[in-house]
């Protein structure tokens, strides 16, 4: 669907129609959102909190930035939910936990291979084009850049560690390896992508999770199955602003470059023009929030391969569709 202002308009209005009932005079509650790093493709989440589109709560994201703080925040009842691919539902199922993706907002792998100057890269050959190679992963173990560096080896043929050295860092770091040496290929996202294209250190992307894969729940917001249970109208809540966040993201209005501003003060014009232009034309953010079963799908084949998920996990333990029907 193509996002104009006119359809954002309308979509707002339809869905402030069916918004949950919130008694009057009652505090509006607080709804911690944990989120891994702060993050571009988060941006409509930013965007709804900035424009005021949760009605009846208020949201406050919360950055944990270690590990699976993110996710222990959430199993702790310290947030009410958190940022990741429902891969991290499925981690938690297997050990007893029930937890559910309830809105989608990274709808595509944002994930994308970039070579160093000089270095020849055939995506056609991906295995010919990694092996004896410094493969910086664009994030560390058990994040999904990572876990995206080595689906592509394991699923090439290629042995780990014996025929690709990875070097497991994180974007700023992925673009200081390859800057100095000691990788020749790297798994990039927007910013540091195009820092690294302006910097002269490597090329324009040579392959592209969001055309690779298509459709793939890489960034949704995940909360406790009880808390859908219990909680049931904050869930609603959270969701209709999220969709509304989504939908003016989506038909970028000029406010938008101010939400960025606000979010990531230095980032150049030029930077937001670049990102925004790229992640639109790749379809990265869903239109709708929906997780779908192929997109759970892609990411658990991903996550198979890489090792960190042991045996599938059905998409009705990971994902909880009905606030998006």
């Not at 424009?51 to 947030?79: C, M, P, W, Y």
């Not at 009410?80 to 429902?86: L, R, V």
Request: charge should be neutral; glycine fraction near 10%; proline fraction near 5%.
């Amino acid at each position: 669907m193509t996002m104009t202002r006119r359809t954002f308009a309308r979509l707002a209005t339809a869905s402030a129609l069916a918004a949950p009932y919130i008694a009057r005079g009652a505090e509006a509650p607080t709804l911690i959102i944990a989120e891994p790093l702060h993050y571009i493709g988060y941006l409509p989440l930013y965007a709804a909190v900035h424009q005021g589109f949760f009605e009846g709560i208020k949201v406050r994201v919360l950055l944990t930035e270690s590990g699976a703080a993110h996710t222990n925040a959430v199993l702790s009842g310290d947030a009410f939910g958190f940022i990741g691919g429902p891969e991290h539902n499925a981690y938690a199922y297997l050990k007893g936990a029930q937890l559910r993706s309830v809105v989608n907002i990274v709808n595509r792998s944002n994930t994308y291979v970039c070579a160093a100057k000089g270095v020849t890269f055939d995506p056609d050959d991906m295995a010919g084009s990694l092996r004896g190679k410094g493969f910086a992963t664009g994030g560390l173990f058990g994040g999904t850049p990572n876990s995206t560096a080595r689906y592509l080896c394991v699923s090439n043929g290629l042995k780990l560690p014996q025929d690709v050295h990875l070097i497991e860092t994180s974007q700023a770091g992925s673009l200081a390896a390859v800057k100095a040496g000691q990788a020749q290929i790297s798994i990039a996202a927007e910013p540091v992508m195009t820092e690294g294209i302006e910097g002269g250190i490597w090329e324009q992307p040579v392959w592209s999770g969001p055309k690779a894969f298509g459709d793939y729940a890489f960034s949704a917001v995940n909360v406790p199955k009880d808390t859908i249970d219990k909680k049931h109208d904050q869930v609603v809540a959270f969701v209709q602003g999220m969709r509304k966040g989504l939908q003016f993201t989506l038909a970028r209005p000029p406010e938008l470059n101010e939400v960025v501003k606000k979010e990531f003060p230095t980032m150049s014009d030029k930077a937001v023009k670049v990102t925004l232009d790229r992640y639109i034309a790749d379809q990265l953010w869903s239109t709708d929030g929906k997780v779908s079963e192929p997109a759970w799908e892609n990411a658990e084949k991903v996550v198979m391969a890489a090792g960190l998920l042991k045996q599938k996990v059905d998409y009705k333990y990971v994902v909880d569709p009905q606030f998006t029907a």
